[in-house]
């Protein structure tokens, strides 16, 4: 190989580094720009979004000032509940305080027993983590029951277990034991407590 077709040969591979180094300079800036654009947006878009706490202190307060309210001795509606913050100045949009109720239910802090005819949903407080408010709490399951018919009129098994749970009796048992040990005391107390073909259970009339 003479001298001319060496220095062909160095031009040759000059160019060809020359040329990979521009593709590989190119690719490099096509991710730095796709990088960009998914940080960014498309040109003209809004910027990116940032994150507040706002919405979350915002929720928070609402759930405190739901809990506040929430009537611990008695069954009640969503809009009781909602008339009730508003007597207390707390005014939440209807899309919110579902949002509270589910999260409340989550926590079990609240469960729903049924829809009224109104189709409103009744809430009972389950009354975890505090302390019986109601004398209930020192009854037995049929007396407790007696004094909850009494009171509301026909209910169903496990509208009934709820309710007693909520007034502080049997807190820290299950709801299938609260629900299998009722049926047999109201069942073997005949005397005080008769069930519609419904299994609706009621307080017998001067029993």
Same mark, same amino acid.
């Given at each position: 190989?003479?001298?001319?077709?060496?220095?062909?040969?160095?031009?040759?591979?000059?160019?060809?580094? /020359?040329?990979? $180094?521009?593709?590989?300079?190119? +690719?490099?800036? =096509?991710? !730095? &720009?796709?990088?960009?654009?998914?940080?960014?947006?498309?040109?003209?878009? +809004?910027?990116?979004?940032?994150?507040?706490?706002?919405?979350?202190?915002?929720?928070?307060?609402?759930?405190? /000032?739901?809990?506040?309210?929430?009537?611990?001795?008695?069954?009640?509606?969503?809009? %009781?509940? !909602?008339?009730?913050?508003?007597?207390?100045?707390? *005014? &939440?949009?209807? $899309?919110?305080?579902?949002?509270? =109720?589910?999260? =409340? *239910?989550?926590?079990?802090?609240?469960?729903? &027993?049924?829809?009224?005819?109104?189709?409103?949903?009744?809430?009972?407080? !389950?009354?975890?983590?505090?302390?019986?408010?109601?004398?209930?709490?020192?009854?037995?399951?049929?007396?407790?029951? /007696?004094?909850? =018919?009494? *009171?509301?009129?026909?209910?169903?098994?496990? *509208?009934?277990?709820?309710?007693?749970? /909520?007034?502080?009796?049997?807190?820290?048992?299950?709801?299938?034991?609260?629900? %299998?040990?009722?049926?047999?005391?109201?069942?073997?107390?005949?005397?005080?407590?008769? +069930?519609?073909?419904?299994?609706?259970?009621?307080?017998?009339?001067?029993?």
């Amino acid at each position: 190989m003479d001298s001319y077709q060496k220095l062909r040969v160095q031009a040759r591979h000059k160019r060809d580094a /020359a040329v990979q $180094s521009a593709h590989d300079e190119y +690719a490099a800036t =096509l991710r !730095t &720009i796709a990088a960009l654009r998914k940080n960014l947006g498309p040109e003209g878009a +809004a910027g990116p979004v940032k994150k507040s706490n706002n919405n979350y202190v915002k929720g928070r307060r609402a759930v405190d /000032a739901i809990k506040q309210v929430i009537p611990q001795d008695r069954q009640f509606s969503t809009g %009781e509940l !909602t008339a009730l913050l508003r007597a207390h100045g707390h *005014e &939440i949009p209807d $899309s919110s305080m579902r949002s509270h =109720l589910r999260r =409340l *239910e989550d926590q079990r802090a609240l469960e729903r &027993i049924r829809r009224d005819a109104d189709g409103q949903i009744i809430w009972v407080a !389950t009354g975890i983590g505090s302390e019986p408010q109601t004398p209930l709490a020192a009854m037995n399951l049929p007396d407790a029951a /007696a004094v909850i =018919l009494s *009171e509301t009129g026909p209910l169903g098994i496990k *509208e009934l277990a709820i309710a007693i749970q /909520a007034r502080g009796c049997r807190q820290g048992a299950s709801r299938r034991l609260i629900t %299998e040990s009722l049926v047999a005391a109201l069942r073997d107390d005949s005397v005080r407590f008769t +069930a519609d073909a419904g299994g609706r259970w009621a307080v017998v009339a001067g029993g």
